[in-house]
T-cell receptor, first 115, second 113 residues
Framework: AQSVTQPDIHITVSEGASLELRCNYS??????LFWYVQSPGQGLQLLLK??????LVQGIKGFEAEFKRSQSSFNLRKPSVHWSDAAEYFC?????????????FGKGTLLTVNP | GAVVSQHPSWVICKSGTSVKIECRSL??????MFWYRQFPKQSLMLMAT?????????EQGVEKDKFLINHASLTLSTLTVTSAHPEDSSFYIC?????????FGQGTRLTVV
């Protein structure tokens, strides 16, 4: 069964500081990996995804993530955090194709940004 | 603009009534629709998967008679919460899948009083 672990429930950083959100996954085949951001009361916005190829993936809003197969990780990074980045971040894993394109989500990491 | 329109964005209903949530795929045909539920401060949990024209497949523990899913066309899927109770209060969100891409709706905040 596929699963996602986000070890950090809540992270607080200062504006301008760097950020890394951790994500570990378990999946029986080559995973499709995603990072989503959710603002309070809102839907989910896709930040970036990894399907294959270059293991360093660039996303929107200055985010990037690196797929490390040996560590089963897909950590999200940003070199300089902005106050508007405060939100909940979800890592997700899925498979390819058709109705198997289900996603399993981690429990999320709440990011607080201090001025 | 949004490629999946979910409506309503929020709803308050009385206990015992039914509520219908719609998800419309704009500009593409959704062969598969996933419905998720998110309790406060928790992650998204998959409730069911539906393919156009077929019965939905429900995840373990999800009551199919309570959460009725209809996916009669490639652009519209509905989730009806029947005989809603306060414990059904949650954030419900759809995810439309075509052959190559998937998109979330904006979500519906359901409060049952």
């Amino acid at each position: 069964a596929q699963s996602v672990t986000q070890p950090d429930i809540h992270i607080t950083v200062s504006e301008g500081a760097s950020l890394e959100l951790r994500c570990n996954y378990s999946y029986g085949a080559t995973p499709y990996l995603f990072w989503y951001v959710q603002s309070p009361g809102q839907g989910l916005q896709l930040l970036l995804k990894y399907f294959s190829g270059d293991t360093l993936v660039q996303g929107i809003k200055g985010f990037e993530a690196e797929f490390k197969r040996s560590q089963s990780s897909f950590n999200l990074r940003k070199p300089s955090v902005h106050w508007s980045d405060a939100a909940e971040y979800f890592c997700a894993v899925g498979g390819a194709g058709g109705s198997n394109y289900k996603l399993t989500f981690g429990k999320g990491t709440l990011l607080t940004v201090n001025p | 603009g949004a490629v999946v329109s979910q409506h309503p964005s929020w709803v308050i209903c009385k206990s015992g009534t039914s509520v219908k949530i719609e998800c419309r795929s704009l500009d593409f045909q959704a062969t598969t629709m996933f419905w998720y539920r998110q309790f406060p401060k928790q992650s998204l949990m998959l409730m069911a998967t539906s393919n156009e024209g077929s019965k939905a497949t429900y995840e373990q523990g999800v009551e199919k008679d309570k959460f009725l899913i209809n996916h009669a066309s490639l652009t519209l899927s509905t989730l009806t919460v029947t005989s809603a109770h306060p414990e059904d209060s949650s954030f419900y969100i759809c995810r439309s899948y075509s052959n190559t891409e998937a998109f979330f709706g904006q979500g519906t905040r359901l409060t049952v009083v």
